[in-house]
């Protein structure tokens, strides 16, 4: 018997397939006891039966059971240690009955098998002729250590094999985020993966919106459609994840605030996106009630997932507002270029051939006159050309701009800032003024500056707003707050100049000027319907 014993225990750790090793340790345990029934009840990370497998019984009895066993009656009477004997299952005082369609046992060993610290199962041997003796239960033992060591290495070769398949899924969503910056179809498939790889029902990728708001962007599953655009909640728990930036699981969608779609849903696990110290998103993932609950490796495994994902799509963003910046300066520079330079040179060209007809004989004057033309008609294709490059440059949403300067101001200052603003709510007139436009973002840009330079803040906000014909910029941070003899220089001079020139006013003062770290607040305030720079008046 023991060198049957060893060599049982030595098959039990052949195998890496839990299932497998599951199934053998049964049989060794039937063949080691001589027991007529075995059973492993595998429990979930909340301690209720995720899988059960048996040895002994008809499958058609198992499929008129229908479930695992809870730990009630006799079962829940073995230990977290050592070993539970009953010579007559029927006679134990705990004993409530059996389910339906369920085998009579008669005699019955249970013990608990434990995977370093924690519970796994327990183990079930049951109908042995005479009763299990305390040889049995030193057999079941020794059966059960060896089993734990396997089960363990098998569960961190499942392990390393679901990262592997995490890395790949995501390995294929950041090469995507980065061809194309643009590419939802990136993101669904990110959702997409999530929700395979997690083993849920339903996911959902959580993105910020306008106003502070969070949007559920992308959706699948279940529930996808009554989701899809929904905003989180103040004060529920998905918002406080995100800024937390701090991962969870749950065996239910946590917390009292809940959005009425997500209510129907069991366990449930939160895995912001982070990127740079800043959270971008948030990855939720939900089973049907009665799944197994998630665990600390999903978590685990789908938190990498979502890092890696905001890194590539922060990446990505930036990469992407950086080329277009860079095409927007560069169609900039190419206009102006045409304008000063190549446009006045063919003006001049047509001046001088007009006077130098004036000066030949006649029958060189019609050439001379055509080719004039010729110049005039450069001179104009010149012109459109320009037109079109200021059209291109102006037809850019405001929004659009504003969210560009955000972007780019993330590297210098360290941390996204916050706008507030009602893109809806601003005139069309106002957003189709070329020149406010610009004035607008570059008082943006340079506030932003401003504060990545001077004001060691770790928070922004920025709220641009209109009530009638007043527009005002107001940019306001967390850190040390104005020198106490404030005097404008270089970037806080252009935002009082620009002011000026619009017949309006600027000031920066301390936000807080009671707190030891005052912060500072920069105002920029026009009359928009009649802020035209005054050179361009004439006056």
Not at 66 to 90: H, K, M, N, S
Request: aromatic share 6%; charged share 25%.
């Amino acid at each position: 018997m023991p060198d049957s014993l060893s060599g049982a225990i030595i098959a039990l750790n052949a195998d890496l397939d839990l299932p497998a090793v599951l199934n053998r340790f049964l049989e060794v345990s039937l063949a080691h006891t001589g027991a007529k029934h075995a059973a492993i009840n595998v429990l979930g990370p909340d301690g209720q039966s995720v899988d059960f497998y048996f040895k002994g019984m008809d499958r058609s009895m198992w499929d008129a059971i229908g479930r695992g066993p809870r730990a009630v009656g006799v079962l829940g009477r073995i230990p977290a240690y050592g070993t539970l004997v009953v010579d007559e299952v029927t006679a134990h005082p705990a004993f409530e009955g059996f389910p339906e369609g369920h085998p009579t046992l008669g005699s019955f060993l249970g013990t608990a098998l434990r995977v370093r610290d924690r519970v796994f199962g327990y183990l079930y041997l049951a109908s042995k002729d005479g009763g299990f003796t305390a040889q049995d239960e030193t057999i079941v033992r020794a059966l059960a250590a060896a089993a734990s060591v396997a089960i363990d290495n098998s569960t961190l070769y499942q392990e390393a094999l679901e990262r592997e398949r995490w890395l790949t899924a995501s390995q294929e969503v950041t090469t995507r985020l980065l061809a194309d910056p643009g590419d939802e179809g990136a993101l669904a498939q990110l959702v997409e993966a999530a929700k395979e790889l997690g083993q849920a029902a339903a996911a959902t990728l959580v993105l910020p919106g306008m106003d502070e708001n969070w949007v559920l962007e992308f959706t699948v599953g279940a529930k996808a459609d009554e989701m899809l655009g929904l905003i989180l909640p103040e004060g529920g728990y998905a918002l406080k994840t995100i800024r937390s930036g701090v991962g969870t699981y749950a065996l239910e969608p946590p917390g009292e605030v809940i959005l009425e779609p997500i209510r129907d849903f069991g366990p449930a696990l939160y895995a912001p996106l982070r990127a740079e110290g800043r959270t971008v998103g948030l990855l939720m993932l939900y089973r049907e009630k009665g799944q197994p609950g998630f665990g600390a490796s999903d978590l685990d495994m789908a938190q990498r997932f979502a890092d890696q994902a905001a890194l590539a799509l922060s990446v990505a963003e930036l990469r992407h507002v950086k080329d277009v910046s860079a095409l927007l300066e560069n169609r900039q520079r190419i206009a102006d270029d045409l304008h000063d330079l190549v446009s006045q040179e063919l003006f001049a060209a047509a001046i001088q051939l007009e006077s130098l007809a004036e000066q030949v004989p006649e029958e060189f004057r019609q050439t001379l006159e055509n080719l004039r033309h010729n110049v005039i008609r450069a001179q104009k294709e010149v012109r459109g050309v320009v037109s079109t490059l200021d059209r291109e440059r102006s037809s850019e949403p405001l929004s659009e701009r504003v969210r560009r300067e955000i972007v780019l101001s993330q590297n210098v200052l360290g941390f996204a800032p916050t706008v507030r603003v009602d893109w809806d709510a601003l005139p069309p007139e106002l957003c189709a003024d070329t020149s406010l436009v610009d004035d607008l973002v570059a008082v943006v840009r340079e506030s932003l500056s401003n504060v990545a330079q001077h004001a060691k803040a770790s928070k922004v906000k920025i709220r641009i707003s209109v009530e009638g014909d007043q527009l005002e910029v107001s940019v306001t941070d967390n850190g040390v707050g104005p020198p106490q003899e404030f005097s404008r220089h270089s970037g806080t001079s252009n935002l009082a100049n620009r002011a000026l020139r619009r017949a309006g006013s600027f000031s920066l003062q301390p936000a807080k000027p009671d707190k030891p770290r005052p912060g500072s607040v920069m105002l920029w305030t026009v009359r928009w319907r009649m802020a035209r720079p005054q050179e361009d008046s004439g006056v």
